[in-house]
């Protein structure tokens, strides 16, 4: 059961989240508090759990019919008596493990920051939850996607107390948002075939596999755009989306009935984010120390 739960978590994706709260909370305040552990360690595995283990639950049905779950794409569960057991287990857990780091970082922060932590526990809950299912109302899915991503960073600004319209500010988390609009959708596009025979709805199934991709790297590019407003150093991150706009723009010519094929790029997506984060974070290390 414990390995069910931690696969349900996705611990690829880990870093993706607890690291832009880290990294925003640290550099906007140079302190290594109670608040940055604390913060870091929910980003880290609970948050994890949360996003991923309820569209476990609640996707189940079209993940038996999805090829690619199985494995660090998602854990599917084939024997349905135990698949139940499992889902009411990560139910639990998700409570268990969520509510109380949520509790603290409420009464940690100002009112902002509170409202802002909500905001972003909610889009996780409703991306995937039934009567919401966002993760159905295109184009809301993509948004919904980025947010779960961008949200931990917008977070930790609000509670350092972080003007988000700062010159120095906006360019990284709106950038931040579209990168992971492009990502979700491009995400989607494997998904088109296997979504529209399970009646689940998404960005890349209403415009169609193509046109999803052409915009991925669109935003992609746009996201680009938006870090040469960056001063020296921070300017040179404006080159990190091109890796994925290259990589992404390899399916350009991409079907509906060929989508599947985007699945190649999708796995290099996910070990695309290891140098990308890796190099990030050098660009972090030398702002901190104003060695350019």
């Known amino acids: 059961m414990i390995g069910a739960l931690v696969r349900a978590s996705r611990p690829i994706a880990w870093i993706n989240t607890a690291y832009p709260f880290a990294a925003g909370y640290l550099m906007a305040t140079r302190d290594v508090d109670a608040v940055f552990i604390v913060g870091t360690l929910f980003f880290l595995v609970p948050y994890n759990l949360l996003m991923y283990g309820i569209n476990d639950v609640f996707d189940y049905e079209s993940d038996l019919a999805n090829p690619r779950k199985g494995g660090i794409e998602g854990d599917v569960v084939r024997d349905r008596g135990e698949a139940r057991r499992v889902h009411r287990a990560i139910l639990i857990a998700c409570a268990v493990t969520v509510v ?37 109302r295109p184009f809301l899915d993509s948004l919904t996607s980025a947010l779960h991503f961008a949200g931990p960073l917008l977070y930790a600004l609000v509670l350092a107390d972080v003007p988000l319209t700062g010159a120095n500010v906006w360019p990284v988390w709106v950038a931040f948002i579209l990168w992971g609009m492009a990502s979700h959708a491009f995400g989607a596009v494997q998904d088109v075939n296997a979504d529209r025979a399970g009646g689940i709805g998404s960005v890349a199934t209403v415009i169609g596999a193509r046109a999803t991709v052409r915009l991925a790297v669109v935003l992609y590019l746009a996201a680009s755009a938006l870090l040469l407003a960056l001063p020296w150093p921070g300017i040179l991150a404006a080159a990190l989306p091109l890796a994925y706009a290259a990589s992404t723009a390899r399916f350009w010519a991409i079907t509906d009935a060929t989508c599947e094929e985007a699945n190649r790029g ?14 990030v974070t050098i660009l972090l290390i030398v702002q901190w120390n104003g060695w350019a």
């Open 100 to 136: 109380p780091f949520m509790a603290w970082l409420l009464v940690a922060g100002d009112a902002w920051a509170a409202f802002t932590l909500v905001l972003v526990v909610f889009g996780v809950i409703a991306y995937s939850a039934p009567g919401l299912r966002f993760k159905e």
């Open 266 to 279: 999708w796995r290099t997506f996910l070990w695309l984010n290891q140098p990308v984060g890796f190099l």
